[in-house]
Structures are given as C-alpha cells and as structure tokens.
C-alpha cells in the first residue's frame, strides 16, 4: 500500500565538507561591529544598491536605515562584495522588496531583517554565510525557494521561515546542527527539503543534525514522511503537529532520547510508525488524533505511556508490550483495538485509560496483581459491541471508580477474586439486576453473601452473584 509513496527521508551519507563546517563555525551570537557602508537608490528601477565595507548597523523597528524614505518604493536590493552583514530589521515590513542579491563576502544575517517582505526566492549558496537571527524571513508569503547550500550555517533560528506560504524548497547546508523552534511553522506547501547535492525530496544531514525544536514543522501540511538520521538526539514539542498529509515515521535509526509532547498531534494521514526500542516514554498526545494509525513498529520497552498518547487512534492495533508500568489518563481513549491484554507489570492506571474502545474485549487485568484501584471510566464502553466476554478482576482490587466498566454492554460474565467486595463508585458497571439479566458474577464462595448485600447488588441481579 506504501511502495507507490515517494517517502521522505532524514538522512545524508558522508559529508564532503565536514571538517569546512567545523573550521567556519560562527562565534557568539553578537551582531557584527559596523563597518563602513554606503547605499544609493534608483527611483526609476526601484533598486536599492548597498556598498562599502564590514557590516551594515544594526537597527529596531524604531531606529530606521537612511534609505526607510525609500520604503514603499524599492522593488530589488542589491548588497555588494565587501560587505558583511545585513543588519537586524534592515528591509522590515518592505511589502514590495521581491528580490535580494546577496554578496559573496556575507557572513550574517541580522533578525527580522526581511520580515514581510515580497521576496520570492532567496539565494545564499554562494556566499560565506555563518549566522542568522531569528525572523529573518517571517511571514515572506510569496518566498518559494531558499537555498543555503555551502553555507557554513549551523543553525536555523527561531520562525526564520515561519509563515512562508508558498515555500514548496528549501535546500540545506551539510552543516546544519540544530533547526530551532518555529523555524518553518506553517508552511503548508513545503515537501521538498534536503541537503546540498541531493536528489531527495527531504534529506537531512545524517552526521550532523542533533535537534529539532518545538513546532518547528507543525502545520507543514505537505510532509509525508519521516526517518531521522542516527545523528538525531531531540525532537521538541509539536514539531510535526498538525502535518496532515504525513503517512510515515521512523525513528528506529536515530539516537533519539528526548520526544516532545504533541510531536505528531493531528497528523491525520499516519498510518505507520517505527518505535525507537529504547525509548521507554511516549508522551503526552504524542499521536493525539491520529485517526488512521494502524501500527507502531519496535514498540518494546516502553514503560510509560503519558496522558492521551494514542487517543482517537481509532485504527489502532496495538500489542501492549510486558515492559508496561504505566498508562495515564486517556492514553488509549477511543482506539481501535481487537482485544486489550494488559501486562501483568502495570502498576498505575489513568482515568478513561481505555475508555470508548467499543470493540475491543478487555484481558489480562487478571494479572495485575500490582494494581489496586480502577480508576473513573478506565474502561468504561470497552467491549460495547463485543459479544459474550468474561472480566476477571484480581483479588487485589479494593476499589472501582465511577464509571469504571460503564457501558460495557458485551459483558456476559465477570469473575471477582476479592474476598471482601470492592467498594464501588456510581455507575460502575451496566445495570444487571433485573430477574431476566443472565450476566453472572462469581466471587469467592465464602464470600457470595457479602457481594449480596454490598453495593454489588446496585449492578447484578441477586440470584446472579454466585461463588467460584
């Protein structure tokens, strides 16, 4: 069903220019001195020629260039050899600047320098580029291509290409080892992204790239794959949130050992990904609304499951490994499970844990020895539309929350192994006291009459308590 996909790759073989990377590494992260800067304008091309040499000065949104006069009116910029940088907020809010060309001694690029501005594609591969602020081509709706290759850059800053709708391109340095935050939050048409001299669709360094930040790709609607590079150690929250066309996910080859909250939130085109064995939390809405995740791949040794990790993966299928210790509120709310066999290790279980998972038969909590209570509406709609299935509950049980097996319609039989009967919360199970109900509860012999006269009669019919 795959195979027709052309699948996103994070990966890179060798990279030729490694040691080039490391050698012209960016110190600090001060703007640049000013140097000595000269600038012209051509009213009737609308060109703006900026010259001289070092670095341009450093401006804010309340200490303008010179050349602001000729804001609305300068269509292109051209920046000569000999100078250094372009100064923080330099080109702010130029709605009609659509072209920038960049000199070959450029090393940085200040932040927020070409905010909202009409720059439809940027080219930096041949300049000496070392360090960008953050912002430096936010919200540039019409920007479709951005090329970085051999650059000495090593970071993409904070919402660098946040807001960018039309970029479908963007082209990698080999040296990139950190995307930051926000760096290309929402561009929805983005799909091809890859490093210098590669043919991929999506290709990042593999010996290199150590972290992705928070929301860095949320929102990217046309992603549809992912494998990190075995260079890969963090992925920050929401970092893929919201990518809706995204089908694939592997993060087996990775050294991935910090996974945000929400990373793969609303991605609602998923259907397969490949577990990291030695990641032992998924966390918090991890897969959140995934609706058409199938499988997860490698899922061993995972031992936390955190708040609403999986929940309305309604497609959802998955083994629960033994390594299991603990699954949080809503973890497995409304997914698709064929049958839920709980581990034997579990020791702490969430409320609506299991909740609404209509069509899968609850087993193993049999052999939950470590657990005492069930908690509010942990399992409550389980096995809905489940036909004739059995509930074993351990003698260890001593409570079982509101709602707890609630609207588990299919039950035909529960067995309670607790000789002094559990307390019970409200609506704990489905009303069973009528004469003619034929779900059965059995308990411990010597302990049939005390489920009778317990709350226990509140769900099951009198004659229907009966012993082991």
């Not at 990966?11 to 140097?35: I, T, Y």
């Not at 009116?73 to 960049?102: H, P, Q, R, W």
């Not at 660098?160 to 340095?173: G, K, N, R, S, V």
């Not at 509860?441 to 009198?462: G, H, I, K, M, N």
Request: net charge negative; aromatic share 12%.
């Amino acid at each position: 069903m795959m195979k027709h996909l052309k699948f996103f790759l994070f990966a890179l073989s060798a990279l030729v220019c490694l040691n080039a990377c490391n050698e012209n590494a960016p110190e600090g992260g001060d703007d640049p001195k000013p140097g000595h800067i000269e600038w012209k304008f051509n009213a009737a091309l609308g060109v703006l020629t900026v010259s001289g040499e070092g670095a341009m000065e450093t401006y804010t949104k309340a200490n303008r260039p010179e050349w602001e006069k000729h804001k609305d009116y300068i269509l292109k910029v051209v920046i000569e050899d000999g100078v250094t940088s372009v100064g923080a907020y330099a080109f702010y809010d130029y709605k009609n600047l659509s072209e920038v060309v960049f000199p070959s001694t450029l090393t940085f690029i200040g932040k927020y320098a070409f905010y909202n501005t009409g720059v439809t594609e940027v080219d930096l591969s041949g300049t000496a580029l070392k360090q960008v602020g953050s912002g430096m081509f936010q919200n540039c709706r019409q920007l479709k291509k951005v090329d970085l290759s051999g650059t000495a850059l090593t970071e993409i800053m904070y919402a660098d290409f946040a807001h960018c709708d039309a970029l479908y391109e963007a082209i990698l340095p080999s040296c990139l080892r950190l995307i930051e935050p926000s760096a290309f939050y929402k561009c929805k048409v983005l799909y091809k992204l890859h490093v210098e001299g590669s043919t991929k669709s999506i290709d990042l360094p593999s010996e290199q790239l150590t972290s992705i930040g928070d929301s860095a790709f949320q929102n990217c609607e046309s992603l549809i794959g992912i494998r990190f590079p075995k260079s890969m150690e963090k992925v920050g929250a929401k970092a893929f949130m919201g990518c809706k066309a995204l089908m694939q996910v592997d993060m087996s080859g990775s050294e991935i050992w910090q996974l945000g909250k929400q990373v793969f939130e609303g991605c609602v085109a998923l259907e397969t990904v490949t577990w990291k064995e030695d990641i032992t939390t998924v966390p918090e809405r991890v897969f959140s609304g995934c609706t058409k995740l199938e499988t997860v791949e490698n899922f061993t040794g995972v031992k936390i499951i955190e708040h609403a990790a999986f929940w309305n993966c309604s497609l959802l299928n998955l083994s629960l490994p033994a390594s299991i210790e603990q699954i949080d509120m809503a973890a497995f709310c409304q997914c698709g499970f064929k049958e839920i066999n709980l581990p034997a290790g579990l020791k702490t279980l969430g409320e609506g844990a299991f909740m609404n998972c209509y069509n899968s038969a609850l087993k193993g909590l049999e052999n939950c020895t470590q657990l005492t209570v069930i908690p509010k509406e942990a399992f409550s709609g389980v096995g809905k539309y489940v036909t004739g299935w059995t509930l074993e509950i351990p003698a260890n049980i001593t409570k079982i929350e509101y709602g707890a097996f609630n609207n588990c319609n299919g039950l035909n039989k529960v067995i309670c192994r607790a000789t002094t009967p559990p307390e019970l919360g409200d609506i704990a199970f489905p009303s069973n006291r009528t004469s003619s109900s034929t779900v059965k509860l059995f308990v411990p012999a010597e302990s049939v009459e005390a489920y009778q006269e317990s709350s226990w009669r509140t769900f099951f019919y009198y004659y229907n308590i009966q012993s082991l």
